[in-house]
Structures are given as C-alpha cells and as structure tokens.
C-alpha cells in the first residue's frame, strides 16, 4: 500500500449553523469547503485551521442530514483532540461564548501535560491539550 495521509473525521449535527458557529468563534477555526446536495438531502461543511485540503492537514467534516436534530453517540466514539497554546484561556472564550467545559484545565492524569474537556452543541466531546507550537 502506498503512504496515505489523515483527510477528515466526520461527525453528524443537528444544526450546521450552529455547530459552525461554535468551532469558528469559540475554537478559532475556518470553514473551509461546503457541499449542498438536495438530492441526497445532506449537507457537508469542512472546518479546520489550515488552508483547505493541504497535506497533513486534518479536518472535521459536519454533516447535517435534513431533518435530523439529534444523533445518538453510542459508546464507541470518544472525542476529538484540538492543540492549543492556552488551555485555560480556551475554555475561558468557551465557556464566555455559551460553550460547556466538562473537565476544568489541569493537568492530565498521572502526568504534567495541562487538558481539558469541552462540549459541541451535539454534545460531542473535545479535548483541548496545551501546546507550545
């Protein structure tokens, strides 16, 4: 098999608008791309912080299926992961921009790297980790 590279984790929404707003304005992202497909009654958008589709770069794809307001999460998923140079100030634009912060800044666990939890409006959990660069 030849090298591949990490295009996108897709996650479903209730509410594109909404969930839009929340990675732009609260965790800094870019609305890359998005893709309209009446036909099949979804909507694709692609959020990340880079330049749209550049090598190693990942990204989140929101899909909103017309008419679906709520999806369950089972048990298998567990969270997406953001680097960012500040956690608690992070949680503090969060939580200032109506988000939820579920595990206050602090360090990981049984070790010194500064996290934290945060929640989409899907309820969707993401881990913010403290990184220099």
Same mark, same amino acid.
């Given at each position: 098999m030849t090298t591949g590279r990490f295009l996108h984790t897709m996650i479903r929404v209730g509410d594109l +608008?909404?969930?839009?707003?929340?990675?732009t304005k609260l965790l800094g992202m870019?609305?890359?791309r998005r893709r309209d497909v009446p036909e099949g009654k979804y909507t694709l958008a692609f959020l990340g912080y880079g330049e749209g589709n550049k090598e190693g770069q990942g990204e989140i794809e929101l899909t909103y299926n017309y008419g679906v +307001?709520?999806?369950?999460?089972g048990n298998a998923f567990g969270h997406l992961a953001i680097g960012v140079p500040d956690v608690k100030a992070a949680c503090e634009a969060v939580r200032a921009g109506g988000g939820k912060v579920t595990r206050e800044?602090?360090?990981?666990k049984f070790g010194t790297t500064v996290i934290a939890f945060v929640e989409d409006p899907d309820g969707y959990k993401i881990e913010l980790i403290e990184r220099m660069s």
């Open positions: +608008e909404r969930s839009i707003a929340f990675y870019k609305e890359l +307001e709520k999806y369950e999460h800044p602090g360090p990981v």
